[in-house]
């Protein structure tokens, strides 16, 4: 079973950037098309970004095109999450997953946006 540790989240002010980052155990990790997914305070966990397996797919939700990027190292069973000119309502909490989702969820990583 592969287990997902997510990190890079904190405190930025708005139009600052941060770099989330998804650690992945299991060697059958590239076999996956991954996902971010985040949860807003009093709100469901939304989708936000995926990944194809080998990276050459990529699809956003609407409110993040072309300020959040999504990639991923194979090799280093890990998928990457930049975020640019981030808005207060980038604040939640950010998870990776497959894209289905199909794997036991991690604890998540903070970001907070300040106005």
């Known amino acids: 079973q592969v287990q997902l540790v997510e990190s890079g989240g904190g405190l930025v002010q708005a139009g600052g950037s941060l770099r989330l980052s998804c650690a992945a155990s299991g060697r059958t990790f590239s076999s996956y098309a991954m996902a971010w997914f985040r949860r807003s305070p009093g709100k469901e966990r939304e989708f936000v970004a995926a990944i194809s397996w080998g990276g050459g797919t990529t699809v956003y939700t609407d409110s993040v095109k072309g300020r959040f990027t999504i990639s991923r190292d194979n090799a280093k069973n890990t998928v990457y999450l930049q975020m640019n000119s981030l808005k207060p309502e980038d604040t939640a909490v950010y998870y990776c997953?497959?894209?289905?989702?199909?794997?036991?969820w991690g604890q998540g990583t903070q970001v907070t946006v300040s106005s």
């Open positions: 997953n497959t894209d289905r989702p199909s794997l036991s």
